[in-house]
């Protein structure tokens, strides 16, 4: 089985980074979970894929597809 699991994603993303900061692995998970179940965290994400999608900015000023797609870098 691959990790993170594909079915669970984000959340392992998400509480892989937050758990260079706190002090448990639960307490990560915990926050993760969180943040992906908060429907204006998901609005956002789904915002700035539809604007990709579409091959335009998502006006986002720390997006890096953007940035990479301004300047070429
Ligand atoms: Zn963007």
């Known amino acids: 089985m691959s990790y ?3 079915d669970d994603r984000l ?3 998400l509480a892989q980074r937050i758990n260079c900061h ?3 692995w ?6 993760a ?3 992906v179940d908060d429907s204006d965290v998901q609005d956002e ?4 894929g539809a604007a990709h999608a579409r091959g335009q ?3 986002d000023r720390h997006c890096p597809a953007c ?7």
Do not use: M
């Not at 940035?67 to 870098?73: E, H, L, N, R, S």
């Open 4 to 6: 993170p699991p594909a």
């Open 11 to 13: 959340r392992h993303l």
């Open 22 to 24: 706190v002090d448990t």
């Open 26 to 31: 639960k307490l990560a998970f915990f926050i």
């Open 33 to 35: 979970g969180a943040i």
């Open 45 to 48: 994400i789904e915002r700035i």
């Open 57 to 59: 900015h998502c006006g």
């Open 67 to 73: 940035f990479k797609a301004v300047t070429g870098a």
